[in-house]
């Protein structure tokens, strides 16, 4: 009988190939077959792993998900003593494609978005859950800020959270569709963020 490292390391296999899908192709392109062949396994394997389409594409997004919650913990570690405006950044930073990693990722998160648009199935796949948890976040550290005295006391922190995540994704759009780069997308929310924290 394999190993429990067997099958988790056949699994991590099988989802690195559907991202690999996904952000080359679109995941218009991944089938049990497309998924199977660039995975170097057997359809019957995907299948075992994952009974459906849908449980495949579900674990692709978690693990998407949980690999740019690795990216931000290290972005906070790295800002561990700071105040909440440069937490706030590095949340948010993540979300801008400045590397081939970060790209790779918005392309996965996009194609994601797109086929749920017109696939019900996915739609139902929460796979919107992950930016509804990042606006929570970001409204408790807004909330702490006030507590602190570092943002004003008029502020609605639940529309601040949203208009900064707002603009993180908008940035990010704007980045992969070469309308500017990505150090200039930088700058904007560099600004955005010392706007609301001066006022």
């Known amino acids: 009988m394999p190993k429990l490292a067997d099958h988790e390391e056949r699994r991590a296999l099988i989802v690195a190939a559907l991202l690999r899908i996904a952000a080359s192709r679109g995941l218009h392109a991944a089938s049990m077959r497309t998924v199977a062949a660039e995975a170097g396994v057997s359809v019957s394997t995907v299948q075992y792993y994952f009974h459906t389409k849908e449980q495949l594409l579900f674990a692709g997004l978690q693990h998407q998900a949980e690999a740019v919650g690795r990216r931000i913990d290290a972005g906070l570690e790295a800002s561990a003593t700071a105040g909440v405006r440069d937490r706030l950044y590095a ?109």
């Open 91 to 199: 949340w948010l930073v993540q979300l801008i494609p400045v590397d081939e990693q970060q790209r790779a990722s918005y392309t996965v998160f996009a194609a994601y978005h797109a086929l749920a648009l017109t696939d019900p199935a996915l739609a139902e796949l929460s796979y919107t859950r992950g930016s509804g948890e990042l606006e929570n976040v970001l409204r408790a550290l807004l909330a702490d800020a006030q507590q602190a005295g570092e943002l004003s006391s008029a502020r609605d922190v639940g529309a601040e959270a949203g208009n900064l995540l707002a603009l993180a994704t908008g940035l990010a759009d704007s980045v992969m569709a070469n309308m500017r780069g990505a150090e200039a997308a930088i700058a904007l929310l560099h600004y955005q963020l010392d706007q609301l924290f001066d006022a």
